[in-house]
């Protein structure tokens, strides 16, 4: 163990959420411009899911949250168009269906990614993870090989991904199914991913565990790992008992992708809420969660609606919560001292 026994490896983690983000990248702009920083600089690592592995990876580039959130706020109502209701299939299933859940639902998905894959690169350029300041985590699923994925910056003994394109990682990672195609990356061999919301929506935990495995404890170079991890928003009040039993995608289709995210998201949190009382290297852990969604917001607050009145209600809540936590003793601790990790 290190002879200070005070060096932390701090890690901020990111949770998915499509158009969502905006509320995350607004909350990190608000401590960016509170404590007069970028967030690359006080963050050993930063690991983001979906549209949580955009916003870390535009950090990891020193790109400011106010750039992120511009982003979100021009290019989200390209990348998620609007849909015209579709007559003849809202009368065969007796609710309002869209030209876009019928793509969903039969014609390959409801999106193309050709807009945002063009937004990405506007942002990214031709960046390769090589070129991060700091360590990443960004959760993928491969479906060629049926396994999780995570993109990370090259250390210790790692040589697979620091010539990837950050644009190809950020497709990787934000391919949800039904809403986007697969992602298909020549430099792995063509191998094709889906988003790491799948499995990893709130990526905290393993960004723990590579802390572990690498960088904290006993004959490593750190001693303590420090977590902020930030929520996206999400549905929070439940629904009400005696909703119909047998449902179709046709049913579910608002709410199959993100009740699985919000499940995996939630679950994290308590397990290294748990985890962090439990073990014998420190963990220090905060969450900033979702702020509360009323059942009338409920059709503004999805990952694919973006929709002026949804874009004002989520960055209006992400600057609620921003507001209400770059207060708090316990953020700025995270910003009190720059990162101790010096990235090559």
């Given amino acids: 163990m290190a002879e200070n026994s005070n060096r932390e490896f701090k890690i901020l983690s990111i949770d998915g959420g ?3 983000g905006l509320y995350s990248s607004c909350v990190l702009q608000h401590f960016e411009e509170n404590f007069n920083c970028l967030i690359s600089d006080h963050f050993d690592m930063l690991c983001g899911t979906s549209t949580g592995g955009l916003i870390a990876l535009a950090a990891s580039l020193k790109i400011p949250m106010s750039q992120v959130t ?36 039969a014609k390959g998905g409801k999106f193309s990614d050709v807009h945002l894959r063009r937004s990405l690169t506007e942002i990214f350029g031709d960046a390769k993870i090589g070129d991060s300041h700091n360590y990443l985590c ?11 994925f995570i993109f990370k910056k090259d250390h210790h003994d790692l040589t697979r991904d620091d010539k990837a394109h950050y644009v190809d990682v950020a497709l990787a990672t934000s391919a949800a199914p039904t ?37 904290v404890g006993t004959d490593k170079e750190f001693d303590r790992v420090k977590i902020l991890s930030v929520s996206s928003l999400s549905i929070t ?21 993100e009740t699985s995210m919000t499940g995996q998201s939630f679950f994290t949190d308590f397990f290294i809420s748990q985890l962090h009382n439990m073990s014998d290297i420190p963990v220090d852990y905060c969450r900033i969660p ?3 969604v009323s059942r009338e917001q409920e059709d503004h607050i999805r990952l694919d609606v973006a929709t002026p009145q949804a874009l004002q209600l989520i960055s209006g809540k992400g600057n609620d919560m921003g507001l209400l936590y770059r207060k708090k003793a316990e953020i700025a601790d995270f910003f009190s001292k720059q990162k101790l990790s010096k990235i090559k």
């Fill in 138 to 148: 960004i959760p993928s699923y491969t479906i060629t090989e049926a396994r999780p």
């Fill in 179 to 215: 809403f986007f195609p697969m992602a298909e990356i020549s430099y792995y061999d063509h191998k094709q991913f889906i988003d790491g919301g799948v499995w990893a929506n709130n990526p905290a935990l393993v960004g723990l565990l590579e802390a572990l495995r690498y960088f």
């Fill in 70 to 105: 511009d982003f979100y706020r021009t290019e989200g109502p390209k990348i998620f168009p609007s849909f015209k209701k579709n007559k003849w299939f809202s009368a065969i299933f007796g609710q309002n269906v869209t030209d876009g859940d019928v793509r969903q639902i």
């Fill in 237 to 257: 009040g439940g629904k009400p008992t005696g909703l119909k039993r047998e449902r179709s995608f046709v049913d579910w289709r608002k709410d199959l992708f």
């Fill in 18 to 20: 499509g158009i969502k």
């Fill in 290 to 292: 979702s702020a509360e």
